[in-house]
C-alpha cells in the first residue's frame, strides 16, 4: 500500500558549514530558550527555516515565512545548501541515550519521499492535529517550497527483510556523521536507486504506514498538494507536490521509544485542587505520596491505568483508575484517554473541543520540568502520565481510531537539516 519513491533532495554541504551547528529537532519542540540558542549556534542553523523569529515589526512583505524562503533561496545561491545530483534515498541511524532503560539505543530508518493520500487506508494517524499548528506549516509550506522536516512512520515487515537489505549499506563508512552536545548521534548513508532500492520498495508495498510523528506536517503537505493540484492542474502524478519527505522505520525496531507526555494545567477558573482529589477519592484509588521522589516511583509500577497529580504546596498523589466498560477497545484503555475522560472531562469540564484551544494544558516530557512549574505556582496541577506502548499506537492506527493529542512523543526525533525535499511543480519524482 505505501508507495515510496527516491528524490532529488537538497542538503547542507559540509564544506560550508558544521552539520552539527545547523541541525535542528523538529520545530514543535523547540522552546523559545532552544530558539535563541539555534540562532547564536551559526546563522545557518535549519531554525531559521523551520522554526523563525516573530518580531513585531512583521508585515506581509516581511515575517518568518518570507524570511525563510528568502534564507532558503540565499542558502542554495552561495552554495551552503546544494541539490543532490541524482535522486535516491537515504539510510538514517541515531544512537541515543534511552533516558527510561538508561542504556545507549539505536533506531534506523529510511528518509525517502512517499505519495501522499488521505489518513485511512494506507497511511493511518493515530493522534488528533491542531487546525492552528497546520495553518502555520502551510504558511511556511507556500513560501519555501520545500518539506523542511521529515514526517515520521512506521512500516510492519514481519520478515525484516528491509533490515537485510541495508546492513551492507551500514557497513561503508557513512557520508554524514553528526555528534550533538547531549552525545546522540546521527549517521547518514546515500542509498542509489537501484534493484536494492526497488526491493524495498516492494516489500513496503505490501505495508500500511502508522504515523509516529509529524501528523500536522502530513496534513499540511495533504493541504499543500492540494492548493498545488488547483493552481497547476495539467501536473502529471508525479509532480513533486504529489508527495512527501518520510523517515520510516520498521515497528520492531528495537531503538523504538515512546516517551510520556505530561500536562500541565493554568488558568481554569475556579480549579481546586485538594477538592478534585477529594471527589476522585469517592471512586477510584487515590494514594497520597510523600515526595517528588515517591511520585514518580510510584509512576514506574503498579495500578494498571495509573495517572499522578501534583499540586501547588506539595500536594501529590497518584489514582489509579478503572478499567474502562469495553477494554477491548484500544483508545479506550490507554492511560491518557482514561485521564482527559474521567478527570479533564467529568471533572472539570474539559472537552476535547475545549483542550483543542490549547488555552489550559501545554505539555512537556519532562517529568521535573512539570513539577518545577507547579511548586514555583507557575501551574495550577500537573497531571504525569505513563508512555503507551509501540504496540498502542498500532492498534488504534488499525481500528481507525486517534487518541487525544500529545499522547505519544516518539524519542529522539529526526533531526531536521539533514536533507530538503523540494516541492517544485516542475520536478518529477522518478518511480523505484
Not at 303 to 314: D, E, N
Request: aromatic share 8%; glycine share 6%.
Amino acid at each position: 500500500m505505501a508507495s515510496i519513491r527516491p528524490f532529488q533532495g537538497i542538503m547542507y554541504d559540509p564544506s560550508h558549514v558544521d552539520l552539527a551547528q545547523v541541525v535542528a529537532p523538529p520545530y514543535d519542540i523547540i522552546t523559545p530558550d532552544d530558539q535563541q540558542r539555534y540562532y547564536r549556534q551559526d546563522p545557518r542553523n535549519v531554525v531559521r527555516l523551520i522554526a523563525g523569529e516573530v518580531r513585531p515589526s512583521d508585515r506581509p512583505e516581511d515575517n518568518k515565512y518570507t524570511r525563510a524562503a528568502g534564507f532558503f533561496q540565499e542558502w542554495l545561491a552561495s552554495g551552503v545548501l546544494r541539490r543532490e545530483p541524482e535522486p535516491g534515498a537515504y539510510i538514517y541511524e541515531e544512537r541515543f541515550h534511552d533516558p527510561l532503560r538508561d542504556t545507549v539505543s539505536r533506531r534506523v530508518g529510511l528518509l525517502c519521499v512517499v505519495e501522499l493520500e488521505p489518513f485511512g487506508t494506507g497511511i493511518l494517524a493515530h493522534e488528533r492535529t491542531h487546525a492552528r499548528a497546520k495553518a502555520d506549516r502551510l504558511s511556511l509550506t507556500r513560501a519555501v517550497g520545500a518539506n523542511l522536516s521529515p514526517v515520521f512512520a512506521l512500516f510492519q515487515d514481519p520478515a525484516h527483510a528491509v533490515q537485510r537489505l541495508v546492513e551492507p549499506v551500514m557497513r561503508e563508512a557513512p557520508r554524514l556523521s553528526i555528534t550533538l552536545d547531549d552525545d546522540e548521534q546521527h549517521r547518514v548513508w546515500s542509498l542509489p536507486t537501484d534493484d536494492r532500492f526497488r526491493e524495498i520498495a516492494a516489500v513496503l508495498r505490501d505495508s500500511r504506514l502508522f504515523m509516529a510523528d509529524g501528523h500536522h506536517r502530513y496534513e499540511t503537505a495533504l493541504n499543500y498538494r492540494n492548493r498545488q493540484r488547483l493552481d497547476h492542474p495539467d501536473a502529471p502524478p508525479d509532480a513533486a507536490f504529489n508527495f512527501v519527505l518520510m523517515l520510516l522505520v520498521d515497528v520492531d525496531d528495537p531503538g523504538l521509544l515512546i516517551l510520556p507526555t505530561h500536562r500541565l494545567m493554568r488558568d481554569l477558573d475556579q480549579f481546586d485542587g485538594h477538592n478534585l482529589l477529594r471527589r476522585l477519592a469517592a471512586s477510584e484509588s487515590v494514594t497520597a505520596r510523600a515526595d517528588r521522589t515517591g511520585l514518580l516511583a510510584a509512576m514506574q509500577d503498579g495500578g494498571r491505568h495509573r495517572v499522578g497529580i501534583a499540586l501547588p504546596g506539595g500536594t501529590r498523589a497518584t489514582v489509579d483508575l478503572r478499567d474502562p466498560a469495553d477494554a477491548t477497545d484500544p483508545v479506550a484503555r490507554l492511560d491518557v484517554t482514561l485521564l482527559h475522560r474521567d478527570i479533564l472531562e467529568k471533572q472539570l469540564g474539559l472537552e476535547e473541543s475545549v483542550l483543542d484551544e490549547e488555552r489550559y494544558l501545554t505539555y512537556s516530557r519532562d517529568p521535573d520540568f512539570v513539577l518545577d512549574q507547579v511548586e514555583a505556582g507557575e501551574a495550577q496541577a500537573a497531571f504525569l502520565l505513563r508512555a503507551p506502548a509501540v504496540s498502542d499506537v498500532v492498534a488504534v492506527a488499525g481500528a481507525g481510531r486517534v487518541m487525544p493529542q500529545k499522547s505519544t512523543y516518539f524519542f529522539p526525533k529526526p533531526l531536521s537539516g539533514i536533507v530538503f525535499n523540494p516541492l517544485d511543480p516542475a520536478i518529477r519524482v522518478p518511480e523505484a
